[in-house]
């Protein structure tokens, strides 16, 4: 019996590690980088009119580091040098930095902005790299960019990134599928809002706006990149395919409505005031002759309307032959409102109080710019000219057109003095 219990503890003492030996490691079988979860995060669209179309960010669960990271390709500051100079001729820098995402995400709820988040099913060994190269990104030395508002974004960053670790996947996948819109059409509903804001986009972009856009261009918008990854694929395991998209979550929904799927058609509305318009200036040149009200009434209303369409022209001249704003080139409403309408406005005074000579300018100018105006209604039928303007020219024509007759008027039938 004592020699069993002898064995017994030599046997513990034995197996027993001795002080200072070190435990073997725990073998892990898990891949590299699969610890790591990729989200893509959407806001919903803000009160701004930058904010209109929403807007994105990458997050990045780390555990072994204990971050979570949201990485933000939106940032740009009004403080910047030159910055109005640079808006203006469309070299806008915006830059990338990452922000915990707890904080990240307080600050839209914060501005009722919806928020949504998709983790996204990548290989692990794609995670590392989306990780490194996004902390490459926000180094000083690489996080800016030349900000396009179509072309290079926000969104087109993220969906750029994703892709780059999946070897071109969603732009395989996405390239050939028409999305049925066009720039303009994203443009117009999203800013449907602020009618001001809708017109003068409506009159600075060109025909490039209204080209089809592929899946893979439709992107740019935050919102459609959320819609368009849910249809991407990656391989799976034995020849099979899974989603990109493993799963998908609200965080915070807004109150505030969303924009509308289509854009408004305010054609009708922009043609009653270019009725208005030419109506009143034909209306107020025939009691120009007797009736000092009627000149002075004329001479306002012309003015103002030759000063806006002369400064509009003059805008998208200088939009298209001195910026970057690509969109803005071969803009076919500068046949509707140009830069002859400026102009027009040194002779309205002597043309509306009869002098002779003023009154031969004044209708000659204003019978040119309604006869370009009528140019570019025309060619409309051409297949060449594709460019969406049907409301500038529903607006523009008929008040040329009435301001051509209302000098006419007065050149045969001049006011008296």
């Known amino acids: ?24 490691e725990p073998v892990s079988h898990a891949e590299p980088g699969s ?47 030159n910055f109005v100079l640079r808006f203006v001729r469309g070299q806008m820098w915006y830059w990338m930095a990452g922000f915990p ?11 009722n902005r919806s928020v ?55 732009r395989r996948q996405t390239l050939p599928l028409p999305a049925g819109t066009t720039y303009r059409f994203h443009t117009q509903r999203l800013t449907a809002n602020d009618p001001l804001i809708y017109t003068g986009l409506l009159v600075a972009l060109g025909e490039k706006v209204d080209r089809p856009l592929s899946a893979w261009e439709e992107m740019f918008l935050p919102l459609s990149l959320r819609e368009h990854l849910r249809k991407v694929t990656l391989p799976g395991p034995n020849g099979t395919t ?34 208005a318009i030419g109506v009143a200036a034909f209306a107020l040149a025939r009691g120009a002759r007797e009736g000092r009200g009627s000149r002075a009434g004329l ?16 805008v998208m001249t200088g939009l298209w032959g001195f910026t970057d704003h690509v969109m803005a080139a071969s803009n076919e409403n500068l046949l509707q409102l ?21 009154t031969r300018v004044a209708s000659g100018l204003a019978t040119g710019i309604a006869v370009l105006g009528a140019i570019g209604l025309l060619i409309q039928l051409l297949p060449a000219f594709g460019q969406v303007n049907g409301p500038v020219i529903a607006l523009a024509l008929p008040a040329h057109l009435g301001v051509a007759a209302a000098f006419w008027s007065l050149r045969y039938e001049p006011p008296t003095r």
């Open 116 to 170: 949504w988040v998709q983790e996204l099913d990548i290989p692990p060994a794609a995670r590392i790299e989306l990780q490194r190269f996004l902390q490459w990104n926000e180094l000083p030395e690489h996080r800016f960019y030349h900000y396009d508002y179509y072309r290079d974004n926000c969104s087109t960053r993220v969906r750029d990134a994703i892709d780059r670790v999946l070897g071109g996947a969603i």
């Open 338 to 358: 140009n830069p002859l309408s400026l102009l027009l406005v040194p002779f309205l005074a002597g043309a509306i109080n009869g002098k002779a000579r003023s």
């Open 242 to 275: 899974i989603p990109l998209v493993k799963s998908e979550r609200t965080i915070f929904e807004s109150t505030a409505p969303m924009p509308p799927g289509a854009p408004p058609n305010w054609v009708a509305g922009y043609l009653a005031i270019g009725l």
């Open 101 to 111: 995402s707890e904080s990240y995400i307080s600050q839209y709820e914060r501005d």
């Open 1 to 24: 019996m004592r020699l069993a219990v002898l064995a017994s503890v030599l046997g513990l003492l034995l197996a027993a590690p001795t002080r200072g030996a070190a435990l073997p």
């Open 35 to 81: 610890a790591l979860t990729v989200y893509v995060m959407t806001f919903g669209p803000g009160r701004a009119v930058w904010e209109r179309f929403g807007h994105n960010a990458i997050w990045i669960h780390d555990p072994a580091q204990g971050t979570d990271q949201a990485y933000n390709y939106g940032l740009f500051d009004f403080r910047q040098e």
């Open 299 to 314: 001479l306002a209303l012309v003015g103002v309307w030759s000063l806006l369409a002369g400064l509009a022209g003059v």
